[in-house]
């Protein structure tokens, strides 16, 4: 289990309020989770009968978040119909990334015309977590630091990382500084799949496609790369065999 233990400034407050727009990781060509997705894109999977999107723009919501800016590339058709027949409650924009998959960084570049609020919220479209005693979102806008952040990553304990095969992505500081584990090595923490992040991150960014731990990396190097820990549940759905494992655990809450 982890002992980190957030400083009184990063714990979460009542009334604090998540960012306006949020950007929703849409594009990706889900090939872990083959054959689910021979004729659906990723986000569209069902998880305990709802779609991975749906359970990520219910969250938004529900957290605040007025605008989704969802990215789409792989069978963006069927995604950008399911946005038009399904959201309710929360206004969306699509960036469209049909002619060139722009991995993470690249999605983020592209759409940021799209995202008039900043700091911003960037989430994953096949995430699943469930809320701890805090709204998970707004634990994470609690914990922002404007003056000291350009990137603010919820991770989760990699004790608690249901269904993740994976060693680790970070290891954190008391004060919350993200660091790199050593090649071969495990690292404490894993990325969620959820961040906030400010304009300032993505100032000078490479052109075309490229991933969002470049950004990551010279945030760590400039001492303004956070994490903040989830406190609830947590579910790496990217692969089948996860699916029904998750939706188990989930019949038991």
């Known amino acids: 289990m982890s002992r980190y233990k957030p400083p009184l400034a990063l714990r979460p407050?009542?009334?604090?309020?998540?960012?306006?727009?949020?950007?929703?990781?849409?594009?990706?060509?889900?090939?872990?989770?083959?054959?689910?997705?021979?004729?659906r894109p990723k986000p569209l999977v069902e998880v305990a009968g709802k779609p991975l999107l749906d359970h990520a723009l219910d969250r938004l919501r529900a957290a605040g978040v007025k605008k989704a800016v969802v990215n789409v590339h792989y069978?963006?058709?069927?995604?950008?119909a399911h946005l038009k027949n399904r959201v309710r409650g929360i206004e969306f924009a699509v960036s469209d990334e049909r002619g060139q998959l722009l991995e993470t960084g690249g999605g983020l570049v592209k759409a940021l015309p799209l995202i008039d609020a900043d700091p911003f919220l960037a989430?994953?479209?096949?995430?699943?977590?469930?809320?701890?005693?805090?709204?998970?979102?707004?634990?994470?806008?609690s914990?922002?630091?404007?003056?000291?952040?350009?990137?603010?990553?919820?991770?989760?304990?990699?004790?608690?990382?249901?269904?993740?095969?994976?060693?680790?992505?970070?290891?954190?500081?008391?004060?919350?500084?993200?660091?790199?584990?050593?090649?071969g090595t495990?690292?404490?923490?894993?990325?969620?799949?959820?961040?906030?992040?400010?304009?300032?991150?993505?100032?000078?960014?490479?052109?075309?496609?490229?991933?969002?731990?470049?950004?990551?990396d010279r945030a760590i190097e400039a001492g303004r790369c956070y994490g903040a820990v989830h406190q609830g549940?947590?579910?790496?759905?990217?692969?089948?065999?996860?699916?029904?494992?998750?939706?188990?655990?989930?019949?038991?809450?």
């Open 143 to 183: 914990a922002w630091d404007d003056a000291h952040m350009d990137a603010l990553l919820l991770l989760v304990p990699l004790a608690r990382a249901n269904c993740h095969k994976g060693k680790g992505d970070f290891h954190m500081s008391a004060a919350g500084k993200l660091r790199r584990p050593r090649a």
């Open 233 to 253: 549940l947590w579910f790496d759905v990217g692969a089948p065999p996860n699916i029904k494992a998750t939706e188990a655990m989930l019949a038991e809450i």
């Open 13 to 39: 407050h009542p009334a604090v309020t998540v960012p306006a727009t949020a950007m929703v990781m849409a594009a990706g060509l889900g090939k872990r989770m083959r054959p689910l997705t021979a004729t």
């Open 75 to 80: 069978l963006a058709d069927a995604l950008e």
């Open 186 to 216: 495990v690292a404490p923490f894993v990325f969620t799949g959820i961040q906030m992040l400010s304009k300032r991150l993505l100032a000078d960014a490479p052109e075309g496609p490229f991933s969002t731990n470049i950004l990551w």
């Open 123 to 141: 989430v994953n479209a096949d995430n699943l977590w469930i809320d701890g005693p805090v709204d998970t979102l707004k634990l994470l806008a």
